[in-house]
Nanobody
């Protein structure tokens, strides 16, 4: 029942911006911590940014100052604003939720299918 659907990826030139969206369903969004990870070919999946249910944010050092994570508890959607994109930002970006499903009190971890971001010159 839990679904996380990412959108907003694409092909852009260095220095440009993209905004990723992750629409969720089946989870108690307001009670869930949310985050973005990315995985480039031949590399391990790495954490990009996180936002707690209370709105506290954190970022990987490589993206701090360029990326911004936010959430909309009405739309049950988390966003990742990506500015001044670099070639090394090229990866598949995944949305992750850490929280309870509707009707459950225990916490689960749920992943989206990913959206491709390609930065090229």
């Amino acid at each position: 029942q839990v679904q996380l659907v990412e959108s907003g990826g694409g092909l852009v030139q260095p220095g440009m911006s993209l905004r990723l969206s992750c629409a969720t369903s089946g989870i108690r969004f307001s009670a869930s911590d949310m985050g973005w990870y990315r995985q480039a070919p031949g590399k391990a999946r790495e954490r990009v940014a996180g936002i707690t249910k209370d709105g506290t944010t954190d970022y990987a050092a490589d993206v701090q100052g360029r990326f911004a994570i936010s959430r909309d508890n009405v739309r049950k959607t988390v966003y990742l604003q990506m500015n001044i994109l670099k070639a090394e930002d090229t990866a598949v970006y995944f949305c992750v939720a850490n929280g309870p499903r509707y009707g459950r009190s225990n916490i689960g971890v749920y992943w989206g299918q990913g959206t491709q971001v390609t930065v090229y010159s």
